[in-house]
Nanobody, 125 residues
């Protein structure tokens, strides 16, 4: 069992930065791939970024490439999402999730086993 708690969301102006954190409970955190997803009002949940259990591989949605960076610290049971050059269209609730057997399907939310409660990110223009 893994419990996930996101933090670091908030209100920021366009062009600004935020860093989301996701703290995980449980001794098996380092065995899970981790992902970030987001859901804007009236829209479906979408993949943002993912990182392998070791941190050696990362994957990004096209909308995040060049602006967002996912990282993890297994010693701290925490995964991060550094978001730079934020745009109003990045406004959404951001969720972290843990996947035990994603393989190459990191971008499919239904493959993830555990989810956090979400953290609101609002980017003003």
């Amino acid at each position: 069992q893994v419990q996930l708690v996101e933090s670091g969301g908030g209100l920021v102006q366009a062009g600004g930065s935020l860093r989301l954190s996701c703290a995980a409970s449980g001794r098996t955190f380092s065995t899970y791939a981790m992902g970030w997803f987001r859901q804007a009002p009236g829209k479906e949940r979408e993949f943002v970024a993912a990182i392998s259990w070791s941190g050696g591989m990362t994957n990004y949605a096209d909308s995040a490439k060049g602006r967002f960076t996912i990282s993890r610290d297994n010693a701290k049971n925490t995964v991060y999402l550094q978001m730079n050059n934020l745009k109003p269209e990045d406004t959404a609730v951001y969720y972290c999730a843990a996947c035990g057997t994603c393989g190459r399907t990191w971008y499919i939310g239904n493959n993830y086993d555990y989810w956090g409660q979400g953290s609101q990110v609002t980017v003003s223009s």
